[in-house]
T-cell receptor, first 111, second 114 residues
Framework: SQQGEEDPQALSIQEGENATMNCSYK?????LQWYRQNSGRGLVHLIL?????REKHSGRLRVTLDTSKKSSSLLITASRAADTASYFC???????????FGAGTRLTVKP | DSGVTQTPKHLITATGQRVTLRCSPR?????VYWYQQSLDQGLQFLIQ???????AKGNILERFSAQQFPDLHSELNLSSLELGDSALYFC?????????????FGPGTRLLVL
């Protein structure tokens, strides 16, 4: 079963706009990671945020984590057509050797 | 390119058969993870091996088994295949043994069971 739930399921924007994706989870976590997957290909790690961090940046990516609400958001600024992909959040839980992925948000960036 | 390799890229087989998927981790990584990705179940963690030993177990069926060899490559064996086993199978690797570390994914093996 999936731990994280992303929303929206699909997002379509114009190049240059910002894209925001959200992830909610159910149990206490060690950290939360965001991955990207181009159609039918392997996942690529984007960013990891630990449970004691609230915000993290990497290039055009900004991730926030609210452990009280059990939610995270991924913001991609100044999107490009090459950002078109599915984005997944993944959570690893304390005292549980398990990694759970959400169902993903399918992002389409139109040139 | 993540540095993780998987073979074969595609596999077509029949129900009831057995197949073996192979994964070579990034140089220096000691952990190997196996995942199944299907349309209805999403991305599911199956199993993790660390330095040759099983470290964590997820939603792996009894018909499936895996092992990690001394050279750290890993194989996932799928037997008594059913139509529902058709999916993308990914291998990932990480440096240490903690499942919440950053994982590096291979390109996947697409399995089609007819």
């Amino acid at each position: 079963s999936q731990q994280g739930e992303e929303d929206p399921q699909a997002l379509s924007i114009q190049e240059g706009e910002n894209a925001t994706m959200n992830c909610s989870y159910k149990t206490s976590i060690n950290n939360l990671q965001w991955y990207r997957q181009n159609s039918g290909r392997g996942l690529v790690h984007l960013i990891l945020i630990r449970s004691n961090e609230r915000e993290k940046h990497s290039g055009r990516l900004r991730v926030t984590l609210d452990t009280s609400k059990k939610s995270s958001s991924l913001l991609i600024t100044a999107s490009r057509a090459a950002d078109t992909a599915s984005y997944f959040c993944a959570t690893a839980m304390y005292n549980n050797n398990d990694m759970r992925f959400g169902a993903g948000t399918r992002l389409t960036v139109k040139p | 390119d993540s540095g993780v390799t998987q073979t074969p890229k595609h596999l077509i087989t029949a129900t009831g058969q057995r197949v073996t998927l192979r994964c070579s981790p990034r140089s220096g990584d000691l952990s190997v993870y196996w995942y199944q990705q299907s349309l209805d179940q999403g991305l599911q963690f199956l199993i993790q091996y660390y330095n040759g030993e099983e470290r964590a177990k997820g939603n792996i069926l009894e018909r499936f088994s895996a092992q990690q060899f001394p050279d750290l490559h890993s194989e996932l064996n799928l037997s008594s295949l059913e139509l529902g086993d058709s999916a993308l199978y990914f291998c990932a690797s990480s440096v240490g043994g903690l499942i919440h570390e950053t994982q590096y994914f291979g390109p996947g093996t697409r399995l089609l069971v007819l």
